[in-house]
């Protein structure tokens, strides 16, 4: 399965902006593709830690 994510984004053209002034860069929205695998995963098993899938 694949799910598009929108979110803001900023986009800092010096150094600075990154270090000091993030929050006056530009920003802009824009998406990602979330892929989600299907059935069981590594991470579905029980005892490993993770939170177990129902």
Known sequence: MVEKV????????????ILRKMDSAPQHPVFGRLHIPEGDGPL???GNGYIASD
């Open 44 to 46: 579905s098993q029980q």
């Open 6 to 17: 929108f979110f803001e984004s900023a986009s800092p053209f010096e150094l600075h902006h």
